[in-house]
T-cell receptor
Framework: SAVISQKPSRDICQRGTSLTIQCQVD?????MFWYRQQPGQSLTLIAT?????????ESGFVIDKFPISRPNLTFSTLTVSNMSPEDSSIYLC???????????FGPGTRLTVT | GQNIDQPTEMTATEGAIVQINCTYQ??????LFWYQQHAGEAPTFLSY????GLEEKGRFSSFLSRSKGYSYLLLKELQMKDSASYLC?????????????FGGGTRLMVKP
């Protein structure tokens, strides 16, 4: 299994600012995913981040709002830009395991925008 | 696109058996997952089905029928610690690779 860490674990931010969330994996993985889980709801995929290429965003998510970096096979960042209270959510990093079918999640970053 | 449906909430008694159903509509099906998520924690992987039939893992079993677009998660000998949300997720091949789409989750409450 993959061990995933995220920083920060939680933050409270002001409207209009930006926050960058880091995701570190203990092994090299091809595909990394960023999800959002709003209060009381299920997970929604924001984007897929592959090393060496631009991230692929799902419907409703755009690069200007959620820029993603993937500089190597063990690390990725997600930035939540120009935040509003509607961005208050848990943001989770996820990777596919070496068996290629298991998908693991990081502990999440709990973001509150005031 | 995908449409994944599961009940919002279920209640069961400690020691009993509960079945959580999930129906889906998708193209490019490439597997169905069940995750358990306790409040305030990340989802943890429970099971994976890509072929029709039943996969058993201890107290947890998962069933898949691809022709019916249907799966269920069966929890036996329920324990209080099984109180959690159970997420059904479908993997679909797309241009970005194998992505997971989640259902809304079923909140299971186990009572003594």
């Amino acid at each position: 299994s993959a061990v995933i860490s995220q920083k920060p674990s939680r933050d409270i931010c002001q409207r209009g600012t930006s926050l960058t969330i880091q995701c570190q994996v203990d092994s090299q993985v091809t595909m990394m995913f960023w999800y959002r889980q709003q209060p009381g709801q299920s997970l929604t995929l924001i984007a897929t981040a592959n090393q060496g290429s631009e991230a692929t965003y799902e419907s409703g998510f755009v690069i200007d709002k959620f820029p993603i970096s993937r500089p190597n096979l063990t690390f990725s960042t997600l930035t939540v830009s120009n935040m509003s209270p509607e961005d208050s959510s848990i943001y989770l990093c996820s990777v596919t395991g070496t068996d290629s079918y298991e998908q693991y999640f990081g502990p999440g970053t709990r973001l509150t925008v005031t | 696109g995908q449409n994944i449906d599961q009940p919002t909430e279920m209640t069961a008694t400690e020691g009993a058996i509960v079945q959580i159903n999930c129906t889906y509509q998708t193209s490019g099906f490439n597997g169905l997952f069940w995750y358990q998520q306790h409040a305030g924690e990340a989802p943890t992987f429970l099971s994976y089905n890509v072929l029709d039939g039943l996969e058993e893992k201890g107290r947890f079993s998962s069933f898949l029928s691809r022709s019916k677009g249907y799966s269920y998660l069966l929890l036996k000998e329920l324990q209080m610690k099984d109180s959690a949300s159970y997420l059904c997720a479908v993997r679909e091949n797309n241009n970005a690779g194998n992505m997971l789409t989640f259902g809304g989750g079923t909140r299971l409450m186990v009572k003594p």
